[in-house]
Each structure stands twice: as C-alpha cells, then as structure tokens.
C-alpha cells in the first residue's frame, strides 16, 4: 500500500513565510508531509526546476452576476459563470475564488446568497466562498440576516459609495460598519465620489464627450481620493477594520499610508489593471478603449510606481483582479452600440487567468519584490484576511493540497485565444511574462496540467469563512455605543 495518494517531489516549496526545497506528500486531498524527501506516493509529479507554491486566491472578482436594474449599462451579460472562470483561475494557478453574492434593493440578503449558491453548484472547478454586497441595509438585513450570515461563514461584505442601483449613503454605510464591528465581520468599500462623477459625467455628455476616454475624464482621482478618505473617516468614527478594494492611484493610496501611520486598521487591495494600463488605454480607436473601461479607471505611470511600490511594502494587502467579464460585442461593451455614451458602457475587464502571472512576472522576476511577497500578495494574505487560513493560503501540514506548480522560465505571450474564459479579449493582449504554472491542483486534484483540464467541472466546494484577520480589538477610542 502507498504512503502517500502523490509526492510532488524535487521542487522548491515557498511560503509566505520562507523558501524551502523539499518533497510534498499528499493523502485525501490534504498535505500531510514535508520532508527533504519523501517516497511512496501512488503518484509523484517531478518537480525539479519548478516551484511549488500555494495555489492564488482571487479574492474580488464578479461571475454570473445579472447587472443590476437602474443601472446606465445595465443588460449587459456577464461572460464568465462559475464553470468558466473557476477554470480560467485554475489556468493561471489560482485555486480558490471568492466572488460576490450581490443583494439588489429589495431583495432579502439571504435570498441573494442562495440564489449565487445555486448559480455556483454544480459548476465551479474550484472552491469557492462569497463576499456579500449590501445594497440595501435593512433593519432585517442589519438586525437578523447578516448576523445569521457571518455565522454560517460569510465573513465579508462589500458596499458602495457609487453606482446608481448601490449607492449607500454616510449614514447607512455607518450602520453597516457598525454592524459588522459587532459580529466581526469585514467590510470592503468601494470607494468613489458618486455625486461629484454624476455632475462630470452630466457636465461631459452635455458637451458632447461621450467617447470612452470620458469615463476617465468622469472619474478623476480626486473622485476616489476623496471617496477614499471619508470611508477612512467612517472606519474610524465606526472603530471598526475596513479593506479599500481595487485602489488605482497615487492619491489613495496616500489616503490610505496616512491611515495606517496613524494606527487606523486599513487594509487595501489593487489590481493588474492598475499596474499596467494607464487612462491612455481608454483613447483607442473604434470603441477599443472601452474594453479597458472600469472603475476606478486606469491612471498614469507616476500612480503604477507608486502602486508597484505599496505592494513591496505592504500598504496593500492583496492583488486582485476584479474580473467583470464583458465581451466586445452586442450583449456586452457594445451593448449601447458604439456609439453610446462611457456612461452606459458596462464597467469591468477580465483577469482571472493573467492575475498572478502578471503579479509573478512584473513583481519577482522584474526583481520588484521577492517570492514570499508574491505569495503573500498572492494568496496568503487573503485567506487571512477573508478567514480561510491556513486550510487555504499556506503549503503546511493539515492544509488543503492546493498547489500551483510553476516554472519560473517559462516566457509566455499573453493571447486571448490561449486564455480560458469565455471573453472575447484580454486588456493584455501581447505582454510577455515570464513564469507560468504548469500543473494546478486542488485538494490534490490536478484541474490542469501541462495546458490541458482534467479537472471535474462542479467539483468544487463552497468555503464557508471563520473570522477575518485583522480582528484587533476595537480601540474603543471614539465613544458612540
Ligand atoms: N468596477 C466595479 O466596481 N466592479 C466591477 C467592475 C468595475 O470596473
Ligand atoms: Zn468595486
Ligand atoms: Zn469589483
């Protein structure tokens, strides 16, 4: 009888917290031994040459999520469900996602979460959790739904400072933090000033500017430094953790050291999007600039340096992808036709399958940071962050076998047609990174291996999440209860 179900032996395991080369042996989809050398595996991947890393964590990214009625752009269909994005993940080594369950006005939380949980089964490669998105704070939602369902593993919840069918004002945003101070929750905001970027857009297509490179002009910085700093401002009034999602700029990221140094508990998060596309990328010809639409839009090369930079030093937490899967065609981007106005042209772009090349390629091999970082940035953190470590996040004894084997040397030319998602393009189309995983397993499962899927589509396993890290304890410094 083997010792082990596989051995994944020879290569180079790297943590969060080290780098190590040594054997993995793995039994009932689980890593039950390190060791300089192990044998007796039923199977054994060889691994030399390779790295072994824990499987990404996509922590923020959109699937199947019908746009919300009110919405300017709303109709568009999202591309990607739970089938091909978890598979477009595994593709380029993530092996956990955590999507949104997004309550609409006037719907119960708790019917939002059941309806993604059917939408989710049966379909997703990998396992998955849920961040909520509270739209509307309802007594109910406040004082029975949410506590019911932090309890059963639904850690985190996102609100809104924009977006017509979202929006929350100061005031509901405060009984939201304020709830979720009490049952340990945490809360991801969406930071954007929607008064000041309704006026620009109203001002802009008065004027006839209505060509995708407005959708900048609409969202300017100060729109999310602003936005940036009062949801700091309710944190801190709240004495409550918050994470700040997909952070696209100098501006706030300024807003969010100035927190920190000020002992504020503020976790952030950024995007690919924002490290490698700047606003220019909203001005190609025939619509193309629409396919690099999202908000916050891409800024310029000074706020890439100064993102690049909070990733090595650890003002940000997490990289994302915010992966909001439109196609270029008439039932996505073009859905207004070509000519319509930025303010109707969905908001979101893939980038569920480039996330952690980009983030390897651009951050260890260009030398930006090592690869205990990158894993951090990667995975570890948030499955500390969000409550699922060390189960997820971490190649330890005890911890789920989800393991992206890379190989650090592969150059690898960014193509849609190679991608597996069901979008029609890719923002990043035609970069070369260095570093790719070759074979991704989940629980031990090989979902792919070697550019082809063995995975079983609806294998994977609702995560149900335990308290997120940080919990410091309030400080108490703000008396209001
Ligand atoms: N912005 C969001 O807030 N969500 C999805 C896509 C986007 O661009
Ligand atoms: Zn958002
Ligand atoms: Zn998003």
Request: proline letters at 5%; glycine letters at 10%.
């Amino acid at each position: 009888m083997s010792t082990f179900d596989l051995v994944i032996s020879g290569g180079t395991v790297a943590t969060a917290g080290g780098v190590t080369r040594c054997d993995v042996g793995i039994t009932g989809g689980r890593i039950v031994a390190l060791a300089e050398r192990l044998t007796g595996g039923e199977r054994t991947i060889d691994a030399t040459h390779r790295l072994v890393l824990p499987g990404g964590i996509d922590a923020h990214c959109h699937l199947d999520q019908p746009r919300a009625k009110g919405l300017a752009s709303g109709g568009a269909i999202m591309a990607d469900g739970f089938e091909t994005g978890s598979r477009s993940a595994a593709f380029g080594g993530t092996t956990t996602i955590i999507p949104f369950a997004v309550q609409h006005r006037g719907q119960s939380l708790r019917a939002a979460v059941a309806d993604y949980h059917q939408r989710a089964t049966g379909n997703s490669y990998l396992d998955y959790a849920f961040h909520m998105v509270v739209s509307d704070p309802t007594a109910a939602v406040l004082g029975q739904e949410l506590p019911a369902l932090v309890k059963a593993g639904y850690t985190s919840l996102k609100v809104y400072m924009t977006y017509e069918a979202m929006v929350l004002s100061d005031r509901q945003i405060l009984d939201v933090l304020a709830t979720a101070r009490d049952l340990g929750a945490l809360v991801m905001i969406h930071a954007e000033n929607f008064e000041c970027l309704t006026w620009l857009t109203e001002r802009l297509e008065a004027a006839g500017k209505t060509e995708p490179k407005y959708h900048a002009t609409s969202r300017p910085m100060a729109v999310e430094r602003e936005a940036t700093h009062r949801a700091i401002t309710l944190a801190e009034i709240a004495d409550v953790p918050i994470l700040i999602v997909h952070v696209s700029g100098r501006e706030a990221a300024d807003e969010i050291r100035r927190a920190k140094a000020r002992g504020l508990n503020i976790r952030a998060e950024t995007c690919p999007q924002y490290l490698l596309l700047t606003e220019a990328d909203l001005d190609l010809p025939d619509f193309e600039g629409a396919k690099c639409m999202c908000s916050p839009p891409p800024r310029d090369k000074a706020s890439q340096a100064v993102l690049w930079q909070g990733l090595k030093d650890g003002l940000f937490d997490i990289l994302s992808s915010d992966h909001a899967p439109y196609r270029f065609d008439a039932g996505g981007k073009k859905l207004h036709g070509m000519k319509a106005s930025f303010r109707k042209v969905a908001n979101g772009l893939p980038g569920l399958e480039t996330r952690a090349p980009i983030l390897f390629s651009e951050g260890v091999v260009a030398g930006r940071f090592d690869i205990e970082r990158f894993v951090a940035l990667n995975s570890a953190n948030a499955a500390k962050i969000y409550g699922i470590y060390p189960r997820k996040g971490t190649i330890a004894v005890g911890a789920d076998a989800d393991i992206a084997i890379w190989d650090p040397e592969k150059k690898v030319v960014i193509r849609n047609a190679d991608l597996h998602h069901n979008v029609d393009y890719t923002p990043f189309e035609g970069m070369t990174v260095q570093g790719w995983p070759i074979t991704v397993l989940s629980r031990g499962d090989a979902i792919c291996d070697g550019g082809v899927l063995h995975g079983v589509k609806g294998r994977g396993q609702f995560l149900e999440c335990g308290p997120p890290e940080p919990v410091t304890p309030p400080k108490g410094g703000l008396a209001w209860t």
